[in-house]
T-cell receptor, first 112, second 113 residues
């Protein structure tokens, strides 16, 4: 069974530039999560989707961050414009139920 | 927000040694999860605990859900080089949504062959 796929794996941009991350969850997993992991920290939830609906985006900084999951499968997380403090690893996870989340390898973002 | 305190922050051990790490919180948790994260990868679930006092094993790994529901322990027996990585505890605090995980800051494990 293929795992969660994320791309790109690495991204280096200058501040004020836009950036987008893509995630393809495990087949059949209706729930999808985006996390941000700062250096030396554990992951922190940004947004959770049930199919195409964002059921919890309370921790998503909506002034510059946006996400979509138009057909309830793939998802895109966007930052516009990026700031220096956005440098982190952005993890996507999917789950078949509430008890287990399967993480992708993440996208490491560096903002210069 | 809720915080999970993991200790130690890092460990350097020799191959073959046993390892013990723990996670504590000021709040009650309904579920305790232990993840391992390799460099450049996402966290992988090792063990899930759902009941106070529960002791669960997965190969050389053993984890326990503390009776007070405010702590959990992870033990690794007979460590091998591939055990290297960062170990995170996580869980949904009591009263919160089951999917909303709080993660500790991790314990970095280094195993010298």
């Amino acid at each position: 069974e293929a795992g969660v796929v994320q791309s790109p794996r690495y991204k280096i941009i200058e501040k004020k530039q836009p950036v987008a991350f893509w995630c393809n969850p495990i087949s059949g997993h209706n729930t999808l999560y985006w996390y941000r992991q700062n250096l030396g920290q554990g992951p922190e939830l940004l947004i959770r989707y049930e199919n195409e609906e964002a059921v919890d985006d309370s921790q998503l900084p909506k002034d510059r961050f946006s996400a979509e999951r138009l057909k309830g499968v793939d998802s895109t997380l966007k930052i516009q414009p990026a700031e220096l403090g956005d440098s982190a690893v952005y993890l996507c996870a999917s789950s078949p139920d509430v008890n287990e989340q399967f993480f992708g390898p993440g996208t490491r973002l560096t903002v210069l | 927000g809720q915080q999970l305190n993991q200790s130690p922050q890092s460990m350097f051990i020799q191959e073959g040694e046993d390892v013990s790490m723990n996670c504590t919180s000021s709040s009650i948790f309904n579920t305790w999860l232990w993840y391992k994260q390799d460099p450049g990868e996402g966290p992988v679930l090792l063990i899930a605990l759902y009941k106070a006092g529960e002791l669960t094993s997965n190969g050389r790994l053993t984890a326990q859900f503390g009776i007070t529901r405010k702590d959990s322990f992870l033990n690794i027996s007979a460590s091998i080089p591939s055990d290297v990585g960062i170990y995170f505890c996580a869980g949904p605090p009591s009263g919160g949504s089951n999917y909303k995980l709080t993660f500790g800051k991790g314990t970095l494990l280094t195993v010298n062959p």
